[in-house]
């Protein structure tokens, strides 16, 4: 159980700031993401607006956060990759987002995506107090593609 009070607040990855990861887990449907230290498990939410739904949809540098402190957390503007699905979906638009944590061995970067009419979009919240039971969260062992 976190330590924190229960409620989703958009802080992004901030929470994880000073934090050395001692695991990664995240959900068959991409929509949670959690992050166990020695003290504490961290539960994120890849969070769409109304009408859409947001999912993480690649990891690289795993293994540069393994048993690494957190010293650093970005984003990446990756509007240029915003598109229609299909050019006959017009509730079909992609945004394509992606946050990273810096340790000294390297970045771990999460690409996430949301699906929506194009109107809304997506964003990383942090779930304080949120029990990882019922998430169908499973230990990352390597990056997904």
């Known amino acids: 159980m ?32 959690a992050f166990v230290t020695e003290d504490d498990t961290f539960v994120f939410h890849m969070d769409g607006d109304c009408c859409s739904r947001s999912w993480v949809e690649h ?3 795993l293994h540069e956060l393994i048993g690494k402190e957190v010293l650093r957390i970005g984003s990446v503007d990756m509007s240029e990759f915003d598109k229609r699905a299909s050019e006959d979906e017009w509730d079909d638009f992609i945004r394509h987002y992606k946050e990273f944590l810096k340790t000294r061995a390297g970045q771990f970067d999460i690409e996430y995506r949301n699906s929506s009419n194009g109107y809304y979009g997506g964003e990383i919240y942090f779930c304080p107090g949120r029990s990882v039971e019922g998430l169908d969260l499973v230990p990352m062992t390597k990056d997904k593609d």
């Open 2 to 33: 976190n330590k924190h009070t229960a409620f989703e607040s958009y802080d992004g990855l901030k929470p994880l700031a000073g934090e050395t990861i001692k695991e990664v887990l995240l959900s068959g449907d991409g929509e949670y993401m």
């Open 59 to 61: 990891t690289s540098g």
